[in-house]
């Protein structure tokens, strides 16, 4: 019986093998349909890179030894696919990614509209203009994007709402895991509130799987059941999430939660109640 929707086991990834240095090392994972997969660690640290090797846009490589990982999704080793055959995969609209940034990952002449539709039309066949029409509005709802801004190019929309259509876009063929690479970390603190309110609202109803990287420990505490931490390609920290924050395993783990930001409310100075009279 499938237990898992995806595992990963002992991936590696180099840019190049000669020099023997790898951005991912020996990493595996295992994630259950509906469980949400926080990866956190410094910039630089491979996440980028280990979510990019899942959506089949980047290769896998050997490890040091010669030794060969898979990366395997619904009982199919789909690291046995090079990313430009993944197109054609029947898996491919069955993983789809949110990238930090919609400012170079919309394409800048499309409409919302056109950018959720594309998808659609892509990796789904659908021709009817009706028929598209009303996926795109149905998208537009779950992600709380008013219909009047789908006329909107990317430009003509805020930050929170490129985010929206960037989740919108990803929904759009249907998948059972999202990636999302920082979705997040462009955004102000309250807009970034109402996206993880949003995706924790769509794990809920729509089942969905995901993998959130986020380098904010704080960000991912609200969404994730499972946290990896990387340090330098190699997983440091893997553990529920409760686990996590009571009792990190690395010292590494232990100073990222010292330097989470204190959520406000109780501090050292007495409440302010106004000026002496
Ligand atoms: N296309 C690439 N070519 C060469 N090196 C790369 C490439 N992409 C990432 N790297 C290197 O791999 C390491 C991990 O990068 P990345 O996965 O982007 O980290 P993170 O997402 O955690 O910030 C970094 O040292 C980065 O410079
Ligand atoms: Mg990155």
């Not at 249907?174 to 970390?185: K, M």
């Amino acid at each position: 019986m499938l237990t898992h929707l995806l595992s990963v086991e002992h991936i590696y990834k180099s840019f190049d093998l000669k020099s023997g240095s790898y951005a991912v090392s020996d990493v595996g994972f295992t994630l259950r349909r509906g469980e949400c997969l926080g990866i956190a660690g410094e910039s630089g640290s491979g996440k980028s890179t280990l979510i990019r090797m899942i959506a089949r846009l980047s290769d896998v490589s050997p490890g040091p030894n010669g030794e060969n990982g898979y990366i395997n999704m619904s009982n199919k080793t789909i690291s046995l696919w090079p990313p430009h055959l993944f197109a054609s995969h029947p898996l491919r609209k069955k993983i789809q990614m949110v990238f930090q940034d919609p400012d170079s990952s919309l394409n800048p002449c499309f409409t919302a509209f056109s950018s959720i539709a594309d998808p659609l039309r892509a990796l789904c066949g659908m021709r009817k203009k009706e028929e598209i029409k009303k996926r795109v509005y149905e998208l537009a709802d779950l992600v709380q994007l008013p219909h009047e801004l789908l006329s909107r190019l990317p430009h003509q929309l805020s930050g929170g709402q490129k985010a929206r259509v960037g989740i919108a876009r990803a929904l759009a063929p249907g998948p059972d895991l999202i990636l999302l690479d920082e979705p997040t970390t462009a955004l102000d603190v309250s807009v970034q509130g109402r996206i993880l309110t949003l995706l924790d609202d769509l794990k809920r109803n729509l089942g969905l799987s995901m993998i959130f990287v986020s380098h904010d420990l704080s960000v991912l505490k609200l969404l994730c059941d499972n946290i990896l931490v990387m340090l330098r390609g190699k997983t440091v920290e893997y553990a529920p999430v409760e686990q996590l924050f009571s009792n990190p395993a690395s010292g590494y783990g232990k100073s990222l939660l010292e330097a989470m930001p204190k959520p406000p409310g109780r501090s050292s100075q007495p409440p302010y109640s106004g000026p002496a009279m």
